[in-house]
């Protein structure tokens, strides 16, 4: 805090504690979209007639979160830069910055398309529709699991490599992001429910964080 020449206090803004949190609240509302997503999507085959109720289902709910999700994942990002403070690499900063916030608009435009094929499909679709429907759907399927999750991957082990090289968290938990990330670029193929990894990674990094925080806040006061 500092006073100018007209008197005028001025402070300096810092994050606070409970900022952590909003990387808890982006793991659930993320992992909760997932789920919803993954159980409700009608497979669209050849000469399948798919009815969905036309009333609010798991995909509108799916689809009411996902912005909030997405408010929360700034947030976290919010945090991990400031957890880096003056330790922060204009390089790896770059890379992970720009992979989390292009993976965040990936999972947008993925949920959007979600959204779209919900509207087409509210009562039974005919063959013209259901090949728009179909596209749709594996569209949305390539941008999230194939473009997205990658870019998830990549924001994950720029990360790791700053908190190896820093050590301003755990190794045990910078490996644990390394091997989360290969998963999510190698093994994603072969069952969408390794995406739940990611939610479940940010939730333990924000418990941590927090942990960490509280420790530093209630340490010895100086005599």
């Known amino acids: ?18 900022a952590a949190v909003a990387g808890l ?50 947030w976290f990002l919010g945090v991990i830069r400031d957890r880096l403070g003056d330790f922060e690499d204009r390089f790896f900063s770059s890379v992970m910055f720009g992979s989390g916030l292009v993976f965040l608009a990936m999972i947008f435009v993925a949920m959007a398309l979600a959204a779209g094929i919900r509207m087409m499909t509210t009562g039974a679709i005919d063959p013209s529709e259901r090949a728009v429907a179909v596209f ?22 720029s990360l790791g ?17 390394y091997l989360v990330a290969l998963a999510l670029l190698l093994v994603v193929n072969l069952s969408m429910w390794i995406t739940l990894l ?13 942990v960490s925080s509280s420790r530093r806040a209630g340490g010895p006061t100086p005599g």
Do not use: K
């Open 198 to 210: 990611f939610p479940a990674w940010v939730c333990l990094v924000s418990v941590v964080i927090l």
């Open 25 to 74: 609240l982006f793991g659930l509302l993320f992992a909760l979209v997932i789920v919803l997503l993954r159980t409700s999507l009608p497979e669209l085959g050849e000469g399948s007639v798919v009815e969905l109720p036309a009333g609010p289902d798991r995909l509108v709910v799916a689809a009411w979160l996902m912005p909030l999700a997405g408010i929360a994942f700034l």
């Open 1 to 18: 805090m500092t006073t100018d020449r007209a008197g005028r206090v001025e402070r300096r803004l810092t994050t606070p504690r409970a």
């Open 136 to 157: 749709g759907r594996q569209v949305m399927v390539q941008v999230s699991s194939v473009y997205a999750l990658r870019m998830a991957g990549v924001f994950m082990i």
């Open 161 to 177: 490599t700053i908190w190896f090289r820093t050590g301003l968290m755990p190794r045990w938990l910078a490996a644990v992001t």
